[in-house]
């Protein structure tokens, strides 16, 4: 697994190939979320490259089946889902636990589909 992360951001259209801590950085960029969630956005990333991700029921993008990676708690958290192709990850929404099995992709998601940004994701 070559841990690189790809992003594929709401225009649909994918960013370069970049490590974790490039990923943290684009991702924990200010106007998608706040400070205090910067801890929960490195331990999700830290689930995504050492092959962490649980399983997101039916869920598919581009083919693929959907993984996601949560830390935190309802109070404060960030979940990741994407999915992994030839040892890359690609990360296709970021959003929050509503509750236990349901998310909120807040923070950003693809232009349509099931994992548009405000869309809410229940296992």
């Not at 399983?55 to 309802?74: D, E, K, Q």
């Not at 999915?83 to 690609?90: K, L, P």
Request: aromatic share 8%; no cysteine; charged share 20%.
């Amino acid at each position: 697994m070559t841990d690189k992360i790809i992003i594929i951001k709401s225009n649909g259209e994918p960013t370069t190939a970049m490590d974790q801590p490039q990923a943290e950085k684009y991702l924990g960029n200010p106007k998608l979320i706040p400070l205090n969630r910067l801890a929960n956005l490195k331990q999700a990333l830290n689930d995504v490259t050492s092959g962490k991700g649980k399983a997101t029921g039916a869920y598919r993008f581009n083919g693929h089946p959907v993984l996601h990676a949560s830390s935190g708690n309802g109070e404060k958290s960030v979940s990741l889902f994407f999915y992994d192709e030839n040892g890359d990850h690609y990360i296709i929404a970021m959003g929050e636990h509503v509750s236990s099995d349901s998310y909120t992709l807040s923070d950003y998601g693809q232009p349509d589909g099931s994992f548009r940004e405000d869309a809410t994701i229940a296992l």
